[in-house]
């Protein structure tokens, strides 16, 4: 604690220089633009109340509200119901308060002594005045040890079957993240002098930004995370040249333009998310998974999924198959001849991959020759914190609501994966934009990750039951086309790459169901997460994959006696795929002499926003 001090050397009082920033210089200006700040939190709250008010939107609080109210009642309920256990809550939580009285009194005291700190690093608590300064240092302490011990009467709440405890995890995480002294300007030392440098102007700001961001969702707050205006998908981002030659109710089917004078002779079908946009593949030339493998020589076909709306509802996992998957094969075996392709599926692209190629060995369909999957989960055991959304009452109430509409929002799945990492995707935004006043910088991946789309009711409901609730897939019991899905069916190569950090789809998920499949897998684990990790071109030399052969045994096992290898994982899988036939043949022309072209990449699928 720096202090003035006397010939004795004693402390005496704070050093001025330390509390400066603190102090209010113009009060008049700062009651001016708190003032014109609470003007714009007004204009947020009628944003927020028109929709509502008019029945245009439902209460999106009430039914998330009450889940976590019941759930963490069940662990309350633990701790209250034996007087025992409500004493030993109390008396752990009152020593972990005394234990922050006694160092910050022991600092007060004796300032040059050195106090070491027990509680954990947070780079949400990186400015200096978190421990300089005795009042944030006090706060930062107690909201450490306050998080702590939540955490613990929810670990050691007795009682509770599994998904309860997971949810109520979840649930005390979003709790603890949002209640940080980090997120109000009177409990953090930087928002605190910055409010004060500036009279408040940064609050202006940015409850304006704030009224625009609850009314550009509609009446739901949609934080920007980028500067949405440097971006345009067909003009700077998605640009890699290409044909859309056919398209179905369901998808765009777009072949890219070769590069090289010989490709591959085998062609590559790619098939993502509709959960998000294909165009993560493709954000610019040098991020591009797409142009990079048609450089490499590959004949690259893409399925651009629709955008659906009411007319999509009925539209189910069987429908995406035969009018997706199945209308990409029959395309490209028209523009090139070829009956093969390999395959690649990303995220729950790649689970309904897995599924169409499960149903073609049953069919006896040998269309698909390989496939690589993209942190994709074909069992669901292991799915991290996105289960906690499933179970069979709150799908029972989603599944209500999808069918008003046809389909669900995709805002609403955008909050869902932001929700994953609270602390990182929701928090340091809502400060940085709304009590800052901060414009967003501009960010590729952020734009993509904001341009969401909707679920088909049909389609979404069956990928949330057959695979978040009961898992059918992994056990055999999967039902599509009046057939019951088995893996082990499935006996071509595949390449299964996970990504070590993935909070979606996470890596010892994707490892389990590795064995799930009836041919030989070659498992990948990348570094970085469930985008970074994949869309991680080798001239950056960014992170890292390792490999150890098939993945078999104890997911930790595998990963402490696996080879770590530097860079990109991408030509490490380009020599697989010329490992299973590296067999060439001339550049094609996108849609041969079979199909015409129907619109230029990246297609008009992608350009509709929600």
Known sequence: MDRIRDESGAGTAFDPKLIEPYIIKDPQALAVNAARALENLGKAASAWLEPRQGGDLPDPL???????????????????????????????????????????MTRFAEPDQTIEDPLPKDKRFSDEDWQRNPFFDFLRQTYLVLSQWADKMVNEAGGLDEHTRHKANFYM???????????????????????VASSGANLVKGMQMFAEDITAGGGDLRIRQ??????????????????????????????????????LKRPLLICPPWINKFYILDLNPQKSFIKWCVDQGQTVFVISWVNPDERHAKKDWEAY?????????????????????????????????????????????????SATLFTTQVDFTYAGDLKVFVDEEQLHSLEERMQETGYLDGSKMAAAFNMLRASELIWPYFVNNYLKGQDPTPFDLLYWNSDSTRMAAANHSFYLRNCYLNNTLSQGKMELAGKRL?????????????????????????????????????????????????????????????????????????????????????????????????????ARKPGGDALNAIADAPGRNVLVRV
């Open 62 to 104: 009430s039914e998330p509200v009450a889940e976590m109210v019941k759930t963490m009642g069940k662990v309350a309920e633990f701790w209250m119901s034996d007087p025992k256990r409500t004493l030993e809550a109390q008396t752990h939580l009152l020593n972990a308060i005394f234990g922050v009285w006694s160092r910050s």
């Open 173 to 195: 995480r979003q709790i603890t993240a949002a209640l940080s002294p980090a997120n109000f300007v009177a409990t953090n030392p930087q928002l605190y002098r910055e409010t």
């Open 226 to 263: 980028t500067d949405t205006s440097k971006f345009a998908v067909g003009e700077n981002m998605a640009i890699t040249p290409g044909k859309v030659i056919a398209q179905s109710d369901i998808c765009e089917v777009i072949q890219y333009d070769a590069t090289t004078e010989t490709v």
């Open 321 to 369: 198959i035969r009018e997706g998957v199945d209308f990409a094969l029959d395309t490209i075996e028209k523009a090139t001849g070829e009956k093969q392709v390999n395959a690649i599926g990303y995220c729950v692209g790649g689970t309904l991959l897995a599924a169409a190629l499960a149903l073609h060995a049953q069919e006896k369909r040998e269309r698909i020759a």
């Open 486 to 586: 088995s893996l082990k069916d499935v006996t071509i190569p595949i390449y299964n790459l996970a990504t070590r950090e993935d909070h979606i789809a996470p890596a010892k998920s994707v490892f389990v169901g590795s064995s799930l499949f009836g041919g030989p897998v070659q498992f990948v684990l990348s570094g970085s997460g469930h985008i970074a990790g994949v869309v991680n071109p080798p001239d950056k030399t960014k992170y890292q994959y390792w490999t150890n052969g098939p993945a078999v045994g104890n997911y930790d096992d595998w990963v402490d006696t696996a080879k770590e290898t530097p860079g990109s994982w991408w030509p490490h899988w380009q020599t697989w795929i010329e490992s299973l036939d590296a067999t060439r043949a001339p």
